[in-house]
């Protein structure tokens, strides 16, 4: 069992409100991720980090931003959500090393209205 | 049963039978692979994993095979059971080291009684 856990699992907002989606995990892993998944489709990778103070923007283009201030920490933050940004938010990591899993957490489900 | 990976997202197989989940990944450089279950309501969950140096890889009731002249890579699970029943995506590493996974459509595994 992977000791990565996302708060909170549902939200439901009205558009244009700030939220962040919390991310932390207790393997003091370096790398941590953000990939952003609609129902029934693939993973794509919105944001990740190599390490405290490092962050990437992924492939996939999010107006979200994240901070590493903390190596078990990794929030996502929307300033002003649309409804566009419905959908399931999903947060890995991995250690540095021969093992090269990502272990994810159960997801934060957002949905904008 | 078998399914033909992205272009058939559901297969439903019979309860003890053989399950073949196929997956085309895009990049010849890629040196990783990994395949993830994920049901429903819940991030998903590593399974197996094979490095670009295998054509095979065996673990507990799952096998991968890796094809790297034609970019195939398929899992096969033994005996599949109902608690088997969820998406699977398989991963790819096109950078080695960089952890920046692709992952695949996925394929949605219903298992019947």
């Known amino acids: 069992e992977a000791d990565i856990y996302q708060t909170p699992r549902y939200l439901v907002i009205g558009t244009g409100k700030k939220i962040t989606l919390e991310c932390s995990q207790t393997m003091g892993h370096d790398k941590m991720y953000w990939y952003q998944q609609d129902p029934g489709m693939e993973l794509h990778l919105i944001h990740y980090s190599y390490g405290v103070n490092s962050t990437e923007k992924g492939d996939l283009s999010s107006e979200s931003t994240v901070s590493r201030i903390r190596t078990e920490h990794f929030p996502l933050t929307l300033e002003s959500a649309r409804p566009s940004h419905t959908s399931q938010y999903l947060c890995?990591?991995?250690?540095?090393?021969?093992?090269?899993?990502?272990?994810f957490g159960e997801g934060s489900r957002l949905t904008v209205l | 049963g078998e399914s033909v990976g992205l272009h058939l997202p559901t297969l439903s197989v019979q309860e003890g039978d053989n399950s073949i989940i196929n997956c085309a990944y895009s990049?010849?450089?890629?040196?990783?692979f990994i395949w993830y279950k994920q049901e429903s309501g819940k991030g998903p969950q590593f399974i197996i994993d094979?490095?670009?140096?295998?054509d095979k890889r065996q673990g507990q009731r799952v096998t991968v095979l890796l094809n790297k002249t034609v970019k195939h890579l398929s899992l096969q699970i033994a005996a599949t059971q109902p608690g088997d029943s969820a998406v699977y995506f398989c991963a790819e590493d096109p950078s080695s080291g960089t952890y920046k996974y692709i992952f695949g459509t996925g394929t949605r595994l219903k298992v019947l009684a």
């Open positions: 890995a990591s991995s250690e540095q090393g021969v093992r090269r899993e990502l272990f």
């Open positions: 990049n010849s450089a890629s040196d990783y």
């Open positions: 094979i490095r670009s140096n295998m």
